[in-house]
T-cell receptor, first 112, second 114 residues
Framework: GESVGLHLPTLSVQEGDNSIINCAYS??????FIWYKQESGKGPQFIID?????DKRQGQRVTVLLNKTVKHLSLQIAATQPGDSAVYFC???????????FGKGTTLSVSS | DAGVTQSPTHLIKTRGQHVTLRCSPI?????VSWYQQVLGQGPQFIFQ???????GRGNFPDRFSARQFPNYSSELNVNALLLGDSALYLC?????????????FGQGTRLTVV
């Protein structure tokens, strides 16, 4: 599968590959994180969340990993499909838990 | 069940004018947050309202204001519009305070200031 060690603005994969999208968050006090998918012209779509008392959480075809030591979050998408093509954002809670602070998005392009 | 609904979907305004954007949260959700998303960037936090009180405010000028009604719907108001206010304005709905529970976004209002 395709993976990136540091945040990259774009990621191109073949259909059926596994994708890994990385995110570095800013605040060591953040204790709640969400991954969103945003398609062109639409609002962000909730994918999966994780709290800081967990290292890993799995959903349908997606897995989120949290490494609090290095303040790193990743989203793994299994068997990537063309419909997964979108911009992916990670978000951490900020401002005493009243806001979501979004990271830089990664544009995932899936070719068939 | 209806998701988060925002109106209008698109809007064109002239510099100096005022605009009001509206949001209806998911039924049963008590928190509404507003975000501004400029093209090519992630959403930026503007306000959070929970149980009809302002619970958080982002780094936006006083030209931006909001309120939440008894039915938990919300309005975002922007006065003295500038060209730089052109953006997608997103509303997020959550059961508890945004930042501690799942937050779901509407489709947004695309504001263009000319």
């Amino acid at each position: 599968g395709e993976s990136v060690g540091l945040h990259l603005p774009t990621l191109s994969v073949q259909e059926g590959d596994n994708s890994i999208i990385n995110c570095a968050y800013s605040n060591s006090a953040s204790d709640y994180f969400i991954w969103y998918k945003q398609e062109s012209g639409k609002g962000p779509q909730f994918i999966i969340d994780i709290r800081s008392n967990m290292d890993k959480r799995q959903g349908q075809r997606v897995t989120v990993l949290l490494n609090k030591t290095v303040k790193h979050l990743s989203l793994q998408i299994a068997a990537t499909q063309p419909g997964d093509s979108a911009v992916y954002f990670c978000a951490e809670n900020g401002q005493a838990g009243t806001a979501l602070i979004f990271g830089k998005g990664t544009t995932l392009s899936v070719s068939s | 069940d209806a998701g988060v609904t925002q109106s209008p979907t698109h809007l064109i305004k002239t510099r100096g004018q005022h605009v009001t954007l509206r949001c209806s949260p998911i039924s049963g959700h008590k928190s509404v947050s507003w975000y501004q998303q400029v093209l090519g960037q992630g959403p930026q936090f503007i306000f959070q309202y929970y149980e009809k009180e302002e619970r958080g405010r982002g780094n936006f000028p006083d030209r931006f204001s909001a309120r939440q009604f008894p039915n938990y719907s919300s309005e975002l108001n922007v006065n003295a519009l500038l060209l730089g206010d052109s953006a997608l304005y997103l509303c997020a709905s959550s059961l508890g305070q945004t930042g501690n529970t799942e937050a779901f976004f509407g489709q947004g209002t695309r504001l263009t200031v000319v």
